[in-house]
Nanobody
Framework: QVQLVESGGGLVQPGGSLTLSCAAS????????MGWYRQSSGKQREMVAR???????NYEDAVKGRFTISRDFAENKVYLQMNSLKPEDTAVYFC??????????????WGQGTQVIVSS
């Protein structure tokens, strides 16, 4: 059974830091694009950061310079280091694993989400 389990969310003051972790299990994730998405109240889910199996990284413009995504292939984990947090970073953060085979078959998995609240 494929599982993505996030941890590390919580309440933090503006300007503070948090590190989110995602532990993946149940399949070989080395082929997968791994990423973090977030969804705040009344808004659509958006990509925050993602890292390909080759190590290519993309960030949403709003988090560039503040967030860092990293990946541990040996442990099947992906992390999101979040610094200089702002109230607008408040959201539920989801871990995602995505793979498209050479035949176009899509495998797409989501974690249950972890809440991040940035407030004084």
């Amino acid at each position: 059974q494929v599982q993505l389990v996030e941890s590390g969310g919580g309440l933090v003051q503006p300007g503070g830091s948090l590190t989110l972790s995602c532990a993946a299990s149940g399949t070989d994730f080395s082929r997968y694009m791994m990423g973090w998405y977030r969804q705040s109240s009344g808004k659509q889910r958006e990509m925050v950061a993602r890292v390909s199996r080759g190590g290519r990284i993309n960030y949403e413009d709003a988090v560039k310079g503040r967030f860092t995504i990293s990946r541990d292939f040996a442990e099947n984990k992906v992390y999101l280091q979040m610094n200089s947090l702002k109230p607008e970073d408040t959201a539920v953060y989801f871990c995602n694993a995505n793979y498209i085979s050479g035949l176009g078959e899509v495998s797409d998995y989501w974690g249950q989400g972890t809440q991040v609240i940035v407030s004084s």
